[in-house]
């Protein structure tokens, strides 16, 4: 068994591969945030937990709302515009570390 807990910080990990072993990176965001990137070979599954933001895949602007999960594939260029004061988000990384293979994006 393995508790983590989000800080205070608007984005980060709690637990993966690093920490628990685990073949999945779990992360949070308190906070929509404007850094477009892509990875090679990561998927990143976003799960809204409160509140809402607005996604970029790909130039399509998405709004995600409490209750949605977004999946965002390889190669898709994602990025947050705006998030309510409320957002709180989970986020998994998988089949990949998440980190090696990140690629910023202008």
Do not use: Q
């Not at 690093?18 to 779990?26: F, T």
């Amino acid at each position: 068994m393995h508790l983590g807990k989000m800080d205070t910080d608007a984005s980060g990990w709690i637990g993966g591969a690093w920490n628990w072993g685990l073949p999945v990176a779990i992360g949070y965001a308190t906070a929509g945030l404007d850094a477009p990137h892509r990875h090679e070979r990561t998927t990143e599954i976003y799960l809204v937990a409160a509140g809402s933001s607005v996604a970029v895949v790909d130039g399509v602007e998405i709004e995600i709302a409490a209750g949605d999960v977004l999946v965002v594939e390889p190669h898709e260029v994602r990025s947050f515009r705006a998030s309510s004061d409320d957002y709180r988000c989970f986020v998994l990384h998988v089949g990949g570390d998440g980190t090696s293979d990140r690629v910023p994006v202008d």
